[in-house]
């Protein structure tokens, strides 16, 4: 849902800043390029050093899912892996975040009096794209396994072909949502996470143990 921006002073809509703010192109050939690889490179300058946290924590992610559910595993094992999905959530959600923030400060155009708030923020679409990066990968793996049935096969070639309009999709919109802001046109606004079940003083079991700790060690 889509509501109007308050009223501000504007300034002139700037043009892209290639420096400052990667296309939709490369941010697309970066997600893919680091599934062949099989990692993400650290470091990096700028707003794509955030990209490249969100993908990695992705990718960790998606390791530690799969994980997570066997049942021929440990509980302790289980445990472990459930702990891992906790922690690079909270990382991939930092990451969004911190996408938001350079976007909105690498921009710096003030909204038309008349611009909507983009209800989804152009973080959470980058991080959508990372997600999707990494069904196709792995759906274009499970398309081509030897040892599958020919019925497999064709569900996953036509899962591909869903996934990759997903794709289109939600980059036709990220570049849509940049070019709004640069135009004053639209914007959008950070709400935070608010992981109240990550945060020791708003997550009862959590505080409660704290407290009972506090108690014992004095």
């Known amino acids: ?6 009223q501000a002073r504007r300034r002139p809509a ?3 800043r290639p420096t400052a703010i990667p296309s939709c192109a490369t941010i697309d050939r970066a997600q893919r390029a680091a599934l062949l690889r099989g990692s993400v490179p650290e470091g990096g300058a700028g707003l794509m050093r955030h990209v490249a946290d969100n993908h990695r924590c992705n990718m ?5 899912e799969d994980l997570a559910r066997r049942h021929d595993a440990p509980d302790a094992e289980i445990v472990g892996n459930k ?7 909270q990382a991939r959600n930092d990451a969004v975040e911190a996408i938001d923030e350079a976007l909105l400060a690498a921009i710096a155009v003030a909204p038309r009096p008349d611009a909507w708030i983009n209800s989804e923020t152009a973080g959470s679409i980058i991080d959508r794209l990372s997600i999707n990066s990494l069904k196709l990968h792995h759906m274009g793996l499970e398309a081509q396994r030897d040892d599958a ?3 497999h096969r064709a569900r996953c070639r036509s899962r591909l072909q869903r996934l990759a309009q997903q794709r289109r999709d939600l980059l036709g919109c990220l570049d849509a949502l940049l070019r709004g802001m640069h135009d004053g046109r639209c914007t ?3 709400y ?4 109240m079940y990550n945060d020791p003083a708003l997550n009862p079991y959590l505080r409660r143990a704290a407290c009972a700790d506090r108690a014992q060690h004095g």
């Open 14 to 16: 700037a043009r892209y």
């Open 188 to 190: 959008y606004r950070i």
């Open 83 to 89: 702990r891992a999905i906790d922690r690079y959530n």
């Open 1 to 6: 849902m889509n509501s109007s921006a308050p």
């Open 60 to 64: 960790l992610l998606w390791e530690q």
């Open 192 to 195: 935070r996470q608010f992981k």
């Open 149 to 151: 049935g020919d019925a």
